[in-house]
């Protein structure tokens, strides 16, 4: 059976006092207090969901910058996940910030534009106190994921143009509107990435829930994805637990809705696309 990875998880410790709260913009998000995992607990719904491996990613709008759970979490269970690290890109350490996390075990950056907790999309995606951290993720090879909507795309598309061989990982797509349906006019911006080799598509619970909205159906849009970026640039994510229900049903809505694909693309939307962007996933 094929290895199946799950890209977009979150932790939270049930420990405040060892893990400080310091959410991005001030407000801590509502699922988080909700209905907070921790990486124990994460592990269990995985073994549950049958999900070989796992990558945490920062939650930005719990810890802010301070990614020491998620260390400790890939510390604990290096067989089973990766993690992907937040640092302030515009601070005159930035670089120092990363290859800290780095080192301690990350194999990613991830970089919290815009969210519920705040809204809007944050203008400063191609400030250029942000370029030495791309040059660095560039040259180093950290694939960057980027929590943003369709109006950051014109930025990201200034940031590809300097940057050309980085690897960004889009979540959730970028939010494009899918609700117009075929030909998906509206998503426009999200296709004009097609051609940029280096950008990777997040494909997530809310992708899900958008590809079924109004006109669009899974079978109209994700066959249209998968022609125009390959499966080689596509991976799953769940977005657990910030995603409602239990972890497994986040699975086997995903594979519900991709079942028109071949068996190959979805082999690698499962797991394969995972393993070329977090090499220590392959061990």
Known sequence: MS?????????ISPDPQRYPLAPVGGHQSEWSVQRPVSFEGLLAAMDEACIDRAVVVQASTVYGNDNSYVVDAVRAHRDRFAGVCSVDVLASDAVAQL????????GGLRLFTTGSTMP????????????????????????????MTALGIPALLKMLARFPAVRVLLDHLARPE??????????????????????????????????????????????????????????????FPAAEGALSQLLADARESLAMLPADAREAIFGGTARGLYPSLVA
């Open 178 to 239: 899918l609700a117009g349906g075929p030909p998906y006019e509206a998503a426009a911006p999200l296709f004009s990435l097609a051609a940029h080799p280096g950008v990777f598509l997040k494909l997530t619970n809310r992708t899900i829930a958008e590809s079924s909205r109004g006109a669009s159906t899974p079978a109209a849009f994700f066959p249209r994805v998968l022609d125009a970026f390959g499966a080689g640039r596509i991976a799953w994510g769940s977005n």
């Open 3 to 11: 290895v199946v990875i799950d890209t977009h998880t979150h932790a």
């Open 120 to 147: 809007g999309q944050a203008g400063w995606l191609d400030d250029e106190r942000s370029f030495p951290v791309w040059e660095y993720a560039q040259q180093h090879d950290v694939p960057i994921c980027l929590q």
């Open 99 to 106: 290859e800290r996390w780095l080192d301690a075990g990350l």
